[in-house]
T-cell receptor, first 115, second 111 residues
Framework: KAGVTQTPRYLIKTRGQQVTLSCSPI?????VSWYQQTPGQGLQFLFE???????NKGNFPGRFSGRQFSNSRSEMNVSTLELGDSALYLC??????????????FGPGTRLTVL | DAKTTQPNSMESNEEEPVHLPCNHS???????IHWYRQLPSQGPEYVIH???SNVNNRMASLAIAEDRKSSTLILHRATLRDAAVYYC????????????FGTGTRLQVFP
């Protein structure tokens, strides 16, 4: 099976712009989660989608949003970019049985730089 | 979400066993203990998980204390490729498909 893929891998934007990142989960996985990784805050949970519905959201401002399509592919959007949004954005998918044994499979991430 | 505590860094020599500790004194009875690792320039990858009994897989072993307030990830023979940040994470039996990462332990492996 192909792993989780994320596009683009690298992105440079300027303050005030918006950006859309894409994630394709492993075939058959219906849950997609997004994480932000920065040197200062580490890995932080952004949100999780399951069957096109956002089920959980982390503690991030409303500028961060996402959606999931019927084929389980997901996108996340960040509007009005700030310098502090520079980070590695990671997507993870799981088969999601709803139990604590679920394993998440991560993509390589999208490195976003805001100038 | 229950919190875990890990040492910031550890060192090992190649071919030696490595024991990575994790404290989780507020763990609930239904929390699973998961370990992930993140190699340089990669996304995290699953290592192992357990509930009460010790677990083994091809990558590592997980030793869980009898009171479940701590656990240890064991790499039986460290290789240079095992140099990574290792995260110990608690996941509830039912609930959100999200991982709450702590600061993890950065493992350095020397040849």
């Amino acid at each position: 099976k192909a792993g989780v893929t994320q596009t683009p891998r690298y992105l440079i934007k300027t303050r005030g712009q918006q950006v859309t990142l894409s994630c394709s989960p492993i075939s058959g996985h219906r849950s997609v989660s997004w994480y932000q990784q920065t040197p200062g805050q580490g890995l932080q949970f952004l949100f999780e989608y399951f069957s096109e519905t956002q089920r959980n959201k982390g503690n991030f401002p409303g500028r961060f949003s996402g959606r999931q399509f019927s084929n389980s592919r997901s996108e996340m959007n960040v509007s009005t970019l700030e310098l502090g949004d520079s980070a590695l954005y990671l997507c993870a998918s799981s088969s999601e049985t709803g139990m604590g044994t679920d394993t998440q499979y991560f993509g390589p991430g999208t490195r976003l730089t805001v100038l | 979400d229950a919190k875990t505590t890990q040492p910031n860094s550890m060192e090992s020599n190649e071919e030696e066993p490595v024991h990575l500790p994790c404290n989780h004194s507020t763990i609930s009875g239904t929390d699973y203990i998961h370990w992930y690792r993140q190699l340089p320039s990669q996304g995290p990858e699953y290592v192992i998980h357990g509930l009460t009994s010790n677990v083994n897989n091809r990558m590592a072993s997980l030793a869980i204390a009898e009171d479940r307030k701590s656990s240890t990830l064991i790499l039986h023979r460290a290789t240079l490729r095992d140099a990574a940040v290792y995260y110990c994470i608690l996941r509830g039996y039912l609930g959100a498909d999200k991982l709450i990462f702590g600061t993890g332990t950065r493992l350095q492996v020397f040849p």
